[in-house]
């Protein structure tokens, strides 16, 4: 043995010997109203992440969620070290990924949640298009600019109107969280239009009067609704965990898809929802346009809008910018 090759083992020799660095004992998981996030309440009624945990050596680990009626809340919960994980569309992973960019609490994707539209409803029976709202009229979106529904309006008036007129329908837009949003516009007060998800868009189509006006997969196709994400630091000392959270959304989502009745019961319990019965859940569960997957749709599209509306800084030369190395693996878009 040569002079280097005993300094390198005496310098490996204590990492050899330490303990290994604790995980935490108890994470906090934020998530919104609706359908798109069924994979969580299904890991959460089923303990998924506890039991993927404790498969990797991390016994007894405490997991809660928190529902936030949008993206700004957990947002902020996240960047304060509150909230672990979230679950958020693609404009609030851009936004947090950029704000973050380069440094420890840099914010990637664990992995998708699902792909699913967005669907706008209105009770005023002038509106066929975007093209006919006016001032007489306000569209609900969770967080006003930011959310994913907000993105894509402005998608769609871009598409309609030319690049430069993309905010054209923003001074219409109100921020309000899904179930009083729907309230409002079958009740016809405060606002008349909706920009939502599944079940909500479904609760209010059957209430004559109401009509859809655009579904968001005609302006860019299939498309993610929803990401799991978390900071690098979180991640690089939480490996454990972080893997836990992607294998119980795997499991969730082939839950979902084998038995979707038992699914649509777990919504159902835990929202305390009394509009549907569920088999009127597993019609939307089945729906063709909704797919409970953890690879990324079009991601790219809506990053790239977002980049030149200057909204983002640093422009991802891939999807995978987006992710943590272990998701890389999908064949994402």
């Not at 303990?47 to 945990?53: C, P, Y």
């Amino acid at each position: 043995m040569n002079r280097r090759e005993f300094v390198t083992g005496l310098v490996a020799l204590p990492a050899l010997v330490r303990p290994a660095s604790a995980e935490v004992s108890a994470i906090h998981l934020g998530t919104q109203y609706g359908l798109p996030f069924l994979p969580q309440m299904v890991m959460e009624d089923r303990k998924l992440i506890e039991a993927h945990a404790s498969s990797l050596g991390i016994n007894d680990l405490r997991v809660s969620w928190r529902t936030m009626g949008g993206p700004g809340a957990l947002n902020d919960g996240l960047l304060s070290g509150t909230i672990q994980f979230v679950n958020v569309a693609s404009p609030s992973l851009a936004t947090l990924r950029d704000k973050t960019f380069g440094t420890s609490q840099e914010v990637r994707a664990v992995c998708a949640v699902q792909s699913m539209p967005y669907v706008l409803t209105t009770r005023n029976p002038a509106v066929k298009t975007i093209a006919d709202f006016s001032a007489a009229d306000r569209i609900a979106v969770p967080t006003v600019k930011i959310s994913g529904q907000a993105m894509a309006l402005q998608m769609a008036a871009a598409k309609l109107w030319g690049f430069d007129k993309y905010d054209r329908l923003d001074e219409f837009t109100v921020s309000m969280g899904h179930p009083d949003a729907m309230q409002a516009v079958v009740s016809g007060q405060t606002v008349n239009s909706h920009f939502s998800v599944a079940p909500f868009n479904y609760y209010e189509l059957r209430v004559a009067g109401i009509h859809q006006v655009l579904s968001s997969y005609e302006t860019d196709g299939k498309h993610t609704n929803g990401l799991q994400v978390t900071t690098k630091a979180f991640r690089d000392a939480n490996p454990k965990i972080c893997n836990a959270v992607r294998a119980a959304h795997e499991e969730a989502n082939a839950f979902i898809k084998r038995e979707p009745k038992a699914a649509a019961e777990i919504y159902l319990k835990l929202t305390h929802d009394k509009k549907n019965s569920p088999d009127d859940l597993v019609a939307m569960i089945t729906d063709p346009d909704i797919d409970y997957t953890t690879t990324p749709a079009n991601l790219m599209k809506h990053v790239e809008f977002m980049y030149r509306v200057g909204r983002l800084k640093h422009l991802p030369a891939s999807w995978k910018d987006l992710f943590f190395a272990e998701a890389h693996d999908l064949n994402g878009t």
